[in-house]
């Protein structure tokens, strides 16, 4: 980027609201190639399609997971741990829960109805009876996805609190996918269709974009600088 490109683009961000005043001591301190690619993924994040999992114990599988929401553009993951505590694994998730937004609830009820609260239909994977195929989903709502444990599935409350139920068509032999495979087919196709069916509705708002951006500029920052910026040593 020359600095004819950096000096322009920086103008187009502060046009937009993205960049103010109130964080020159942050944005100044970062390149603007950075920044460009930072807004380049921001402009393709959605809150339209969001995922859920239920006791999800395993820290690879918490990782893949979050490595895949990332990955396809989601911005939020919901967690209700199980029997072990959310420790995503860091070599697996490459640095991807550094810029989703994650939410951590304390149980499947209140994450279920929260979700239904903001306006999300809640689709589970299921294996039993009554499920549709991922590709009949009606997107034409936000939608979240609920996966369960690796081994026993979604739990039977979270069965009856959902909106729906689905399955992966298979062909083979085997049942089911592990957690992270299932969730990265299913974000791919929901992620593909809901792009076309909920268009501008897809992405984020303006206000969404401006808060997630400051945070993002934020955490790119080294750690003892963002320190230094927060406790008001560097203003």
Known sequence: MSAEEAKAFIEKLKAEGLLTEENRIVWEMIVPERLK??????????????????????????????????????????????????????????????????????????????????GYQVFASYLGEGTIPLQEIDLSKPTALLFGNEHSGVSEE????????????????????????????????????????????YYLTLEEKKEIYEKWMMDTLNPRVRKMIETGVIS
């Open 37 to 118: 690619r930072m807004y380049d993924v921001l402009n393709r994040r959605t809150r339209y399609i969001t995922v859920l999992t239920e006791g999800v114990d395993d820290p690879h599988n918490q990782s893949a997971v979050l490595r895949t929401a990332e990955a396809f553009g989601l911005q939020d993951v919901f967690v209700v741990t199980g029997k072990a505590p959310f420790r995503p694994n860091k070599f697996v998730t490459r640095n991807a829960d550094k810029w989703l937004t994650v939410h951590q609830k304390p149980d499947i009820e209140t994450a279920i109805k929260d979700l239904q609260a903001r």
């Open 158 to 201: 979270a069965i009856r609190l959902a909106d729906g139920k689905f399955i992966i068509p298979m062909q083979g032999f085997v049942q089911s996918f592990n957690i992270s495979v299932a969730a990265a087919l299913s974000l791919y196709d929901v992620t593909e269709r809901a792009r076309k069916i909920a268009g501008e509705r």
